[in-house]
């Protein structure tokens, strides 16, 4: 069968995005960030573990596996990393706004983000610094004066993730960046610190269920910070 291609805008800020457009194909996948989803015509059609959704407005909490039930459907989509929002905060969100990117936007930037631990955040600082090379969990916990049991012990209470595929999601994001503004997908993996294009492809492929070869050249995209 035919794969249908994602289209239309993606916003793209440091701790969330926002695709306003029309959904494609996707097989069941499960990615870090929350998902909320905003109907722009019809109501939405979704699988979430197996068990079909309907409605205007639907939550998908992270990491747990969904794929639209239709292609076609036209959307406005946030994908909010839960270091920086609540499901309660996007809960209020869709009630609240309208399935507009521009007033989106503007609420997530007057939105507070969760309080992190200083030296979480001093270690996502760190990572974002040295994103492209070698990072070493160890190395990084030392550099926040922790354990590395206590760092992994903060990342999954706070973060939601272990260090290493915290790393996979922010090159995921940097990858993804450079191949929208142009660059090829060998080109973005290799600036993003992917071993090559085809280890980009499987990422993308496995944490948001569309072929990254046919969907990106799709999207026009929109940085936000």
Known sequence: MQEEHWQGALWLGRDHCLLAGVSGSARPHAHYAHQLLLATGEPLRLSVEGRAQSGRALLVPSQRAHAFELAGQPLLALYAEPLAFSLEQLEQLAASVPAEPEALAERLRQLP????????????????EQLV???????????????????????????????????????????????????????????????????LSRTVREL?????????????????D
């Open 133 to 199: 090379e070698r990072i070493s969990a160890r190395e990084l916990a030392r550099r926040v004066s922790l354990s590395l049991s206590q760092l992994e012990r903060l990342f999954a209470e706070q973060v939601g993730l272990s260090v290493r595929r915290l790393v996979r999601w922010r090159r995921l994001r940097l990858a993804l960046v450079l191949a929208l503004d142009g660059a090829s997908l060998t080109e973005a993996a290799h600036a993003a610190g992917f071993a090559d294009s085809a280890h």
């Open 208 to 224: 948001f269920g569309i072929r990254a070869d046919r969907s990106l050249r799709h999207l026009r995209l929109r940085l936000l």
């Open 113 to 128: 983000r969760l309080p992190l631990d200083a030296r979480v955040r001093q270690a996502l600082d760190a990572l974002d």
